[in-house]
Each structure stands twice: as C-alpha cells, then as structure tokens.
C-alpha cells in the first residue's frame, strides 16, 4: 500500500550499554509484556534470527523469543526439543535454567547484536530450562542440540553476558579486530541496526 506507515525494527549492537545490564524480572504480563513480545517476534523474523532477548531491542526486561527451527531436531531429540520446537516461537517470562550438564560442546555462535562475528562457543550440551509463558503456564525441560545452546545464549543476554565473552582465548584473539570495528561503526550509529519496512 502506498500510503502504508513504515516499520522500524531495531537492534542493539555490541558497546550498547542495554546489553551489559543485568534484566529485571517481569512482575506480570502486562498488554505491554504481550506487545513487546510480538515487536520483539517481528524484529526475530525480519533480522531472521532464531533467538532475541528484550535487552537486544532496548529493554532491560527477562524475557526472551525463541524461533529455533523444528528442523534443528537431534537425533534422538532430549526432551525440550521433542516438547518446545513444534511450539516455536516460543516466548519465556522470566526463563532461568536450573541445572546445566553433560559434555561440553564447542559450536560457532553469532549474534543480532554482533553482526557478522561468528566464533566458537563451548558450553554444556543439555540444560534444564524452568520458565514462565505469556498464558501464565510454566514450562521446565530439559534441552539440548541447537534449542539447548539458543536457551544459554539467549538467557546469557538477560545477565549482560554476550557470546564472545565465552570464546576462549585464542578464538577470541581471531575476532577482536573485528569487535572492535564493529564498536567504533555502532558509536556512530547510536549502536543501533535499523530495518525499516
Ligand atoms: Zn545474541
């Protein structure tokens, strides 16, 4: 339509003080709560992630959207997988994880928030994941393969913890450069990414 009002999505990149906050929780889901959640969904789909913390979009808020593809499956799946990815999107309340487990598994991660970085990332291969939902169910299970790793770096976030924090040392020495022009551009930005549509 032409005369249709544009959409802004937005994103906070890397040296965006949001990001280094520790997120408060949510005392209720509010009409706000819900309506953050959908912007937040239709910023996941246009910047087409699979995970987005309220923190990414400006808000110091525990909630998280997760869009993990149901094609992402392990094989055999754990328990979260087989329960939460024929759910997604899935949006948690207030998601913590209370127990984390089994091997460590390295795997590149990247971020909204880090555009084109991408780096190794050990963390447990399956966590326990405890959350509230929008209709005021909770969810407990336990996740591992690609949802178990979105749940850690998605909730990392809520904690002022991004993915590069967690690359070892020699890994990280391959992408400072990188951090750091990307810091300098989002100074100039006001360390936003923009899409408006
Ligand atoms: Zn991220």
Redesign the pocket.
């Known amino acids: 339509m032409l005369f249709s009002p544009k959409k802004r999505y937005v994103v906070q990149t890397l040296g965006s003080e949001v990001l280094r906050r520790k997120a408060a929780p949510i005392p209720a889901v509010t009409a706000e709560i819900r309506e953050l959640a959908e912007y937040m969904y239709q910023t996941l789909r246009q910047f087409d992630g699979i995970g987005l913390?309220a923190p990414?979009v400006g808000h110091s808020l525990r909630l998280v959207v997760l869009a993990v593809p149901p094609e992402s499956m392990s094989s055999p799946p754990s328990p979260g997988e087989r329960e939460l990815l024929p759910q997604m999107p899935l949006v948690l309340v207030n998601p913590e994880i209370v127990d984390r487990f089994g091997d460590i598994a390295v795997r590149d991660e990247g971020?909204?928030?880090v555009p084109d970085i991408f780096a190794p990332v050990p963390r447990p291969s399956r966590v326990i994941l405890r959350s509230q939902t929008l209709d005021g169910g909770i969810i407990t299970a336990e996740c591992g393969g690609l949802l178990g790793r979105c749940i850690q770096?998605?909730l990392d976030?809520l904690d002022g913890v991004?993915?590069c924090d967690r690359v070892e040392p020699d890994e990280k020495r391959l992408i400072e450069s990188d951090m750091r022009r990307l810091e300098r551009y989002g100074s100039k930005h006001q360390y936003q990414r923009v899409i408006t549509r």
């Open positions: 913390a990414q971020c909204l928030s770096h998605e976030h991004i993915f």
